[in-house]
């Protein structure tokens, strides 16, 4: 992807910026249900041959996509991913644990 559409990509990504030829998101999430949505993340990721590298902490999970297969360059791989785990993590956001 060209500088340019990247920029326009993150904008219909809120919460994920660019970070040279990666983008991240960190989301705040209760640690269990931030497990939760790890698994569904490996799911999907699986499913689409794509994945992410993920950062669990007590309180937060940071997701950074980038296409290793391209030599790690951003593409419409990591824009798709990202917006699948966004809509992972609001659902597990969702799911009352306690």
Do not use: G
């Given at each position: 992807m060209t500088d340019e559409e990247i920029t326009a990509a993150l904008v219909g990504l809120p919460g994920w910026e660019r970070q040279g030829d990666v983008i991240a998101r960190t989301y705040e999430i209760r640690y269990h249900a931030a497990v939760a949505a790890i698994v569904t993340i490996a799911d999907?990721?699986?499913?689409v041959h794509h994945h992410a590298d993920?950062?669990?902490?007590?309180?937060?999970?940071?997701?950074r996509i980038t296409t290793h297969d391209a030599g790690?360059?951003?593409t419409r791989a990591d824009v798709d991913l990202a917006h699948r785990i966004d809509a992972i993590v609001a659902a597990h956001q969702a799911l009352p644990l306690d």
């Open positions: 999907r990721s699986r499913r993920l950062d669990l902490r007590i309180d937060s999970l940071t997701a790690h360059v951003l």
